[in-house]
């Protein structure tokens, strides 16, 4: 099984500037969630605005590119990535103002934080965590424009970027994505049935569920199959789905 550790990503040449770049992406985050009484969306804006401009000038346009690089690089953008997670998970965070800010990063396209925020790595755990907001009640957005950008991304030929895929299906994703998902359980595509395992457990559907049940008369792996057992325990017989709690 492969884990989420990221370890082939395309990424930015010219490390300098992009180390740099990095930096002032971490600031801009730590930023955010350490200055509670600052009001919170209004405060992450006017420090965007600052990275936005001092990139702007410090750095000419197109003086990066996508490609290739080294693990070293690779794991600089997963912490952006992870990050993004960890922020996420925080107990005391106002969840309804970081989800304005994701969605900013995600419509992000003015100046050279766009190669951050676009990249494949990066925007796919934004659009996971803007889909856990959507249906969390958070905001009120369209998931379909998230759904398509994740699907497209499945057909990645990087394994890293179809697995980043994989996991966001299920924040993002809907009943259409059973049959994908059940056929990598199935046929354990790539070493990642687990992960498509998990998806179809958040999605959380009746179908999505009774899908996984009917898989396991199928399955040869033991490991995989008490997996399925484990994931399954808060999901008996009969389960009736999610209600949405939105108003």
């Not at 300098?16 to 509670?36: H, M």
């Not at 905001?139 to 379909?144: G, N």
């Not at 792996?221 to 484990?230: A, G, H, P, Q, V």
Request: charge should be negative.
């Amino acid at each position: 099984m492969l884990e989420r550790c990221g370890l082939d990503f395309d990424l930015m040449c010219n490390r300098d500037n992009y180390f740099s770049l990095v930096a002032i992406f971490f600031l801009a985050f730590f930023t955010f969630y350490s200055d509670e009484a600052s009001g919170g969306y209004p405060i992450v804006e006017e420090k965007m605005s600052e990275v936005n401009d001092y990139i702007d000038n410090k750095y000419p346009k197109n003086s990066f590119s996508i490609q290739n690089s080294d693990l070293e690089d690779v794991i600089e953008i997963t912490k952006i990535s992870n990050l993004l997670s960890k922020i996420w998970g925080q107990d005391d965070l106002d969840r309804v103002a970081f989800s304005n800010y994701l969605q900013s990063l995600w419509r992000l396209d003015s100046h050279h934080l766009f190669l951050v925020t676009d990249h494949p790595t990066v925007k796919l755990r934004i659009a996971a965590l803007i889909g856990q907001a959507i249906r969390n009640c958070f905001i009120d957005a369209d998931i379909t424009t998230y759904q398509k950008y994740v699907r497209a991304q499945i057909n990645s030929d990087n394994l890293n970027i179809f697995l980043d895929s994989v996991i966001s299906l299920g924040a993002v994703g809907s009943n259409d994505d059973i049959p994908l998902l059940a056929s990598i359980v199935k046929t354990e595509h790539q070493g990642i049935a687990e992960n498509a395992v998990s998806s179809l457990v958040h999605l959380a559907t009746i179908e999505a569920i009774s899908k996984i049940r009917s898989l396991v008369p199928e399955l040869a792996r033991k490991s995989l199959i008490l997996y399925i057992s484990n994931r399954l325990r808060f999901y008996p017989e009969g389960y009736l789905g999610v209600r949405s709690q939105c108003a």
